[in-house]
Structures are given as C-alpha cells and as structure tokens.
C-alpha cells in the first residue's frame, strides 16, 4: 500500500492487527502508513488486554519466583519419608482409575531446573528422558513458561481446525520455513493434537493420492503410534494383540551399522522383490530416518538413497517419520542431516515440538475434506512450540559443530569409556546427535530393565527401547543439557552399573 488514506478505518485497524500477530517478517513498512498508524490506539481490546502494565509486571514476578524456587534444584536427592505414604496412596489411585499402575512411580511435583526435577515424594532426579523427547528445554524453563502464560490468558484452551488464532498460522510457517531450507518440496503445515495423530494425517494423505494402492513399506522394528492404523504399521506384534489389521504392511531390513554395505543390498533386493509382487500396490514408503522404538539405529544417505531412488521411479511417496528425530541432529529434521531433503514427500513431527504436524507437498493436496479435527492443539502447546522453536535457534542447536553435535561427541566419548571400564555390563553408545544408546548386560529385556529400574531408583531417567538386543536410551534436553550434566549423567550411571552387578550376582547366587 502506498497510502492508507484510501483503505477504511476498520480495515487499518484490521490489516494492524494482522500483521502484528503473523510477524515482522511479513510486514512492509510505509513511512506514511506508519506514521499515521503510530496516532492510533490499540485496534482491539485484545491487544489493550495484552499490552496492560499488570500482566508483564505479573509475569515478571511469576519469572522472578520460578528462578528463585528452581535454583535449589541442581542435584539428585532421595525421597522425602514423610512424604512417601501420601506418594503412594496417590499412585494407588492413579492405578484404579487408569486401570493399571504407571510403568514408573513418577509424579511430578511441578517445579524443576533444566534436566532436574523435582517429584511429589520430595525428590529430585536428573531427567534425561524428557517424557520420551518432548521436554526440549528440561523442566521449568523460563521461555515456555513465559509462552504458556500468554497461552493461559487467550480466550479458549483449545485450537481447531474450525477455530483457529494468529499463534497456529505462525508455527506452522515456521515449520514449513525449517523444513524447506534445503529445497524439500513441503508446502502445507496441519497441525494436531498427537504424533500419531501426525501419522494418521500422513498415512490418510499419501493413500488418498495413491487410491487405489492399499499397502505399506516399513522397516523391521518400526514404530508409528498406537492407534488402530499405526498399531499395524509398527512392527510389535504384542502392540496388535486383539486388533484387526486395518493396513497391509511388508517390511525391509534396516540399517546395521556394522555391515552398512551388506545389509543396504539386503534392503535393496527386498525392495525390488516387494515392488514386483506387488505392482501398483503401494501406498507408501514409510521411515524413520533414526530407527527410535527399533533401537536407535542410525540410517546413511547412501542407505535411504539406495531406497528412494527406485521408490521415486515406481511413483510411492516416501513418509519421513520424524516425530522423535526432529531437532535432535545437525539439522532440524534428520532427513535434512542425511542431505534427503528431494525425497521427502511427506514429513511428520512431533514429541519437542509440543504441538505435533504433518508437513506435505502440494501434489499431495487432498481433493476432498478428509483432512479435518476438533483439535488442532492447545493454545499453550502451540504457543510453547513457537518458544521451543526460536529456543532451538538462538542456542545454536543445529550445524556440524551445534549445540546437538558436540553434546552428543561428549556424551558418546563418556559412555564409550564406561564401556571399556565395565564391558560385561555396558555396550555402545549407539544412536545418531541427541538420540543416544547403549545395550546393558546380555541385551535382554529383563536385564535392560532391571538396570534402567535401578538407574530411576538413584535419580537417573532413561528408558528401554529396541529388542534384541533391548537398550536403554537417553533424550537429553538440547537447550538445556551441558557437559556438566553429561558428567553428572555419568556418574549416576556408573554408581547403577555397580549396584546393577551386585543384583545379576546376587540372582546367580
């Protein structure tokens, strides 16, 4: 606009408001359009309500009173017995209502400082689990608290899909911008409420495009979810106990790191077997480019190319399933650390992101309302994304020499000297930047989560993941985690490696 003396009041007030909600980034500034804009109140009442003087000095003294609590929250601690009889009469009650107890006894008591937190019983662990990767900033971090308090004074709790506010269309740019930035032909952002949530949309999207076409590649030991759709696509029979199969699904062999060549020709033969059984059939090639639930197995370029490229001569679209890589490599996507980025047709995330999405191509536009939900996200979620995002960003998360790369160098070099030290007990690291592993004992399930037990019991959270051999994995924070919580990581593992032994003889015994 060259002037706004010819566009009507409302619609300045409008087009102000507009521009002041999606960014800077969007707005082309008139030195005539700004001076005359400079005159005027705040356009809506909305704007009045957030710019009033009490909600920042509210929020600052909300800031000043979580630093000054959480500070005290810089080591691991024992329950407090006082506290332990209400604690589980509390988990009690979480098992009658849920119908099953928790797999951990783990209630959070609301406050915590980076890695740390504290728990109801009064003690305080060093969470480098993140509720399976979604707590990006570790607990208490002042920035998402600042944004889940812009999110608690909007007007609803819940986004939708009907109903949607400025926050939605800024996170999903940001989304779209992130993921293009090496040319991956992404147009579209829909948001939702859960990764498998993500998945579905994903799955719903590449078979609506492929119709008739009622089939699925994956990799052995893939995980995509728990609905009735994903459940069948993941790759664990004991996950499918009772259900119907609601989608065929062949399987190939993924990466082993220790035969890279061998088993990329394995996956490759299979391939060309499936595509000839199967002409016109498949809907989709589904793949974490980090094996996650599987085991924390890395993929290569040459590996996924390998794939792809005879994939994208039969006409299937390939699903990049980055709900727990994303924002975990030298690159926000780990397709994007694998240099894939021509092959991504269709790109789910989720887990740090807090609010979870579904990226895709413009070829891949629905051509009816398939595409729709109650919720899109909680404002909170949504508004946290947008923090965690920018949080990634300023900490320098990405690159060869980012934040996730040299945390990940330290970290692997720690658990390959615990390795040597104790190589009857501890195996590794395995794992691709923030996603690290390591096999306990003889790689059982029963050993791994004897170990990861006894791990929570002096303060350290991991958790199992692959079968055979079953892991234990660690998701540090990547805002958050220093060296000095590597270091500390360490030493809590090594006093569980210890008491870990002494139970494996004491069962000999």
Known sequence: ??????????????????????????????????????????????DAFRADPRIAEAKRLIAEALADHGAGLTDVSAPNPELLPGYDALLQRLAATRGGPPFWPYLSAGLGNGPYVELADGSVKLDFIGGIGVHGCGHSHPAITDAAIDA?????VMQGNLQQHPPSVRISEKLIQWATRGGAPLDHCLLSTSGAMANENALKIAMHHQSPADRVIAFDNAFAGRSL????????????MGLPLAVNVDYLPFRDHDNPKRSQQWAVDELNRLLDRHPGRYAAFWAEPIAGEGGYYPGSHDFFAALCEPLRKAGIPIIFDEIQSFARTS???????????????????????????????????????????????????????????????S?????????????????????????????????????????????????????????MDTMYEIGLLGFVCGSDPTRIRFLPPPVSTTNAHIDAAIVLLEQSLNEFAKKLAAAKS
């Not at 759709?229 to 499918?240: E, G, H, I, S």
């Not at 330290?410 to 390591?438: C, N, T």
């Open 331 to 393: 690159a926000p996507f780990a397709f994007q650390h694998y240099g894939l980025d021509h092959f991504a047709d269709i790109v789910t995330v989720g887990k740090i992101t807090q609010v979870c999405a579904t990226l895709y191509g413009k070829d891949f536009v629905p051509k009816g309302p398939i595409l729709s939900q109650t919720f899109t996200g909680s404002s909170s979620s949504i508004a946290a994304g947008m923090a965690m995002l920018e949080l990634l960003e």
């Open 229 to 240: 759709a994903m459940a069948a696509l993941t790759d664990r029979p004991k996950y499918r």
């Open 1 to 46: 606009m060259s002037s706004d003396r010819n566009v009507p009041l409302a619609a300045r007030f409008w087009l102000f408001h507009f521009f002041s909600c999606v960014g800077p980034e969007f707005v082309v500034v008139d030195p005539s359009a700004q001076k005359s804009s400079s005159a005027l109140s705040p356009p809506l009442k909305a």
């Open 152 to 156: 608690a004074i909007e007007d609803t």
């Open 395 to 451: 900490e320098n998360c990405f690159g060869p020499d980012g934040r996730n790369m040299q945390r990940q160098a330290y970290f692997a070099d720690e658990l390959d000297q615990l390795s040597q030290k104790y190589p009857s007990l501890i195996h590794g690291p395995f794992g691709e930047g923030m996603m690290i592993a390591f096999t306990p004992g003889d790689g059982s399930f029963d050993q791994a989560k004897l170990l």
